[in-house]
């Protein structure tokens, strides 16, 4: 979709007053979008669903979901991955359900896991009573692909009886016969088309705990069904270009598939789908968020591509550092470019810089100031105590902020 599309929909609902200006906002020391009209998006205006405890559309942060590649049957395997995207950020983990050994691991999975558990289930509607009843705070489920209007009505009652959402998944690959008679091929219209079919067998049976997804892995289709869509209903989106790749293949299309919705205002929880761990999903997912400043978490790196001006070996520096800062959440920027063309620019910009120089020894800079220089061979690890360092110092003020809002500060 060109760009001006994007601007003309942003611009819309700026005009129309229709759509918040932006979601609640979450601690951050730079990118702040507020202060900056440029950086503002308008969000397109839904209702809000419940997932477990994690609140999806109406104007909550938007969530990002990865799913779990081991066997659902191997509770300790599911858990443990479940763990590591937990580490890596995941608001939401979706777990296949495609037979009753793994519904009957869910229970012990769902306990151990720290974020809603979303149950994956097609076709064998059995599996879905058993997910709800094993405590899944969502089932991914088409209705319209579980046979008659009884069985769509038990699932509602176990999704009702146990505080379940249900997220409705058109796939562009598996979309339904008679669609593709009518339209030819997968096109936005045939998958909106099924995504309200889907919808109307759940509010025949009065549920409205349901978002939808229309994922197609051509970014084009997926892009404009899911415009369509916005238009035509008012429950929350999840966003995901589906089969999108590899690591760096599918996270291209990724960003510029979900990165132009979310840009457009549309989306309130997304998926990265790689052919890589889905640690890896989360990230990503991360990454597109804070680049269009809608989220933040941990340090947001800002570095050059090097060239034979460097002071220093960038490239390998930005790698040690990327792995040695993954543990920190707090949000922060850092920057590390190799001399001094863009260095003291980007430094200014950010909490804490480096700027290559002469004879090993490169520049530090504490909130955009010239500070202090460190030797090549401490580089690394004095990097990582000052990044430190700083998000204790910005944890500190906000505890410390909230005291004084809380009535606690002497
Ligand atoms: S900041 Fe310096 S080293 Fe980095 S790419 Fe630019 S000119 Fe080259």
């Given at each position: 979709?060109?760009a ?7 611009a ?5 007053g ?13 990118h702040?979008p ?14 809000q ?18 799913m ?5 049957s191997?509770?300790v ?7 590591r995207?937990e ?5 939401l ?10 519904t009957a ?17 097609h ?9 709800a ?27 009702k ?5 249900i ?8 979309l ?23 919808i ?31 238009d035509?209903?008012?429950?929350p989106l ?10 760096i ?6 960003a ?8 457009a ?19 990503v ?21 090097s ?8 490239i390998?520096?930005?790698q040690?550092l990327?792995e ?10 850092l ?9 003291p620019?980007?430094?200014?910009e950010?909490d ?29 690890a004095?990097v ?10 910005i944890?500190a003020g ?8 809380h009535?606690?500060?002497?």
């Amino acid at each position: 979709m060109p760009a001006h599309r994007l601007c003309q929909v942003a611009a819309g609902r700026l005009k129309s007053g229709g759509y918040p200006l932006s979601i609640e906002p979450e601690p951050m020391s730079d990118h702040n979008p507020g202060l900056r009209p440029w950086r503002d998006i308008a969000r397109r205006q839904c209702r809000q669903i419940m997932v477990g405890d994690v609140p999806v559309g109406g104007g909550a942060p938007i969530t990002v979901q990865t799913m779990t590649n081991t066997l659902t049957s191997d509770a300790v395997a599911t858990i443990d991955q479940i763990r590591r995207c937990e580490e890596a950020g995941a608001d939401l983990i979706r777990v296949s359900c495609p037979d009753t050994d793994s519904t009957a691991a869910l229970g012990k999975i769902v306990r151990a896991a720290r974020v809603p558990i979303i149950a994956d289930i097609h076709f064998h509607y059995k599996r879905a009573l058993e997910a709800a009843d094993a405590g899944a705070a969502c089932l991914r489920i088409n209705p319209g692909n579980i046979g008659s209007s009884e069985r769509v009505g038990e699932v509602v009652r176990a999704a009702k009886a146990n505080g379940c959402a249900i997220r409705i998944g058109v796939n562009a690959g598996s979309l339904e016969k008679d669609l593709l008679e009518k339209y030819g091929e997968p096109c936005p219209e045939a998958l909106v088309e099924s995504a309200l079919d889907h919808i109307k067998l759940l509010q025949d049976h009065d549920f409205h705990d349901y978002k939808v997804a229309v994922k197609a892995s051509d970014v084009f289709l997926a892009v404009a069904a899911y415009m369509q869509l916005a238009d035509a209903i008012d429950c929350p989106l999840h966003l995901g270009i589906t089969e999108a790749g590899g690591l760096i293949g599918g996270t291209v299309k990724s960003a510029l598939g979900i990165g132009n919705l979310l840009w457009a205002g549309i989306g309130d929880t997304i998926r990265v789908s790689l052919s890589a761990e889905p640690e890896e999903e989360v990230r990503v997912g991360y990454e597109i968020l804070k680049s269009l400043g809608l989220r933040t978490r941990g340090v947001r790196v800002v570095s050059c591509p090097s060239c034979a001006r460097q002071g220093f070996d960038v490239i390998r520096t930005v790698q040690a550092l990327e792995e040695a800062l993954s543990h920190i959440k707090t949000p922060m920027s850092l920057s590390v470019l190799g001399c001094v063309v863009n260095g003291p620019g980007e430094a200014r910009e950010t909490d804490i810089g480096i700027t290559g120089g002469g004879n090993g020894k490169h520049m530090v800079y504490l909130s955009g100031v010239t500070d202090h220089h460190v030797a090549d061979a401490d580089m690394i690890a004095h990097v990582v105590k000052l990044v430190e360092a700083k998000a204790a110092e910005i944890d500190a003020g906000q505890s410390v902020s909230m005291d004084v809002a809380h009535g606690k500060a002497a």
